[in-house]
C-alpha cells in the first residue's frame, strides 16, 4: 500500500480532478425536489445563532 500511495501525484489539483471525474458521474445521477419556496430556504432569525454564524448548544 505504501508503494501505491508514494506512486501517486503530490499535486493536490490533480488528485482532485480525478476524484472529482470518478465520483461526479454517480453524484449527479439523482436529484431531490423538496418542493419548498425560495422563502421557506432562508433561515430564521428567531433562530439563535443561524444568521451570525454562531454555534448554539441547545
Known amino acids: ?7 501517486l ?4 489539483a490533480t ?3 480525478r476524484h ?5 458521474a454517480m ?3 439523482s ?3 423538496l418542493n419548498v419556496s425560495a422563502a421557506d430556504r432562508q433561515p430564521s432569525a428567531s ?6 454564524g454562531e454555534v448554539v448548544d441547545r
Request: proline share 3%.
Open 31 to 33: 436529484r431531490l425536489d
Open 1 to 7: 500500500m505504501q508503494t501505491a500511495l508514494a506512486a
Open 15 to 17: 488528485l482532485l480532478s
Open 27 to 29: 453524484y449527479d445521477r
Open 20 to 24: 472529482g471525474a470518478l465520483h461526479s
Open 9 to 12: 501525484s503530490a499535486d493536490y
Open 47 to 52: 433562530e439563535p445563532g443561524v444568521l451570525s
